[in-house]
T-cell receptor, first 112, second 111 residues
């Protein structure tokens, strides 16, 4: 089944404790992206990747890192999480830039 | 700034009625997409309409695009309680890879 797998679904952590949210797609998509969704602010792009080893900043990249060592995986890393990073996070992929996006199920992150 | 802006922000209707949601955007686009999100879940792609298309249908969904007014509408006919969700438009204005989402319309269909 074509899908974007995102883990974990829920995560509670404390300020400063490094964490990684994993994202994997099985559709051989070139384009992958991370979004955060906050009430009243809609979906905002954090980082995106056009292909392996090619990543770039979105609207709100501060405090986040990504890597794209393999085509299928695009992990989101929070080196030192802060409470303002409490949010609902989504990974998404598409065959090409501007194409139909497939979304993961989301990660609800709470930073205490 | 947001490229797509949905209107209304919230819509409540009875089952069987039609629901219309609108999206406006600011600059030229290649295509416009509509997505649906059930509460707290990932967005699901509904339909894509290209800039050279004026109307597109998919089941009970009808999307129109007016590039002269920079606007699109999503019509859901004969709505069902299961249509209750948030609906987002997204445009692909070239901004270094961004597919820009509006803030969504929250649709509630009462049985």
């Amino acid at each position: 089944e074509a899908q974007v797998t995102q883990n974990p679904r829920y995560l509670i952590t404390v300020t400063g404790k490094k964490l990684t949210v994993t994202c994997s797609q099985n559709m051989n998509h070139e384009y992958m992206s991370w979004y955060r969704q906050d009430p009243g602010l809609g979906l905002r792009q954090i980082y995106y990747s056009m292909n392996v080893e090619v990543t770039d900043k979105g609207d709100v990249p501060e405090g986040y890192k990504v890597s794209r060592k393999e085509k299928r995986n695009f992990p989101l890393i929070l080196e030192s999480p802060s409470p303002n990073q409490t949010s609902l996070y989504f990974c998404a992929s598409s065959f090409k830039l501007g194409g139909k996006l497939f979304f993961g199920s989301g990660t609800q992150l709470s930073v205490l | 700034s947001q490229q797509g802006e949905e209107d209304p922000q919230a819509l409540s209707i009875q089952e069987g009625e039609n629901a219309t949601m609108n999206c406006s955007y600011k600059t030229s686009i290649n295509n416009l997409q509509w997505y649906r999100q059930n509460s707290g879940r990932g967005l699901v792609h509904l339909i894509l309409i290209r800039s050279n298309e004026r109307e597109k249908h998919s089941g009970r969904l009808r999307v129109t695009l007016d590039t002269s007014k920079k606007s699109s509408s999503l019509l859901i006919t004969a709505s069902r309680a299961a249509d209750t969700a948030s609906y987002f438009c997204a445009t692909d204005e070239w901004q270094g890879g961004k597919l820009i989402f509006g803030q969504g319309t929250e649709l509630s269909v009462k049985p």
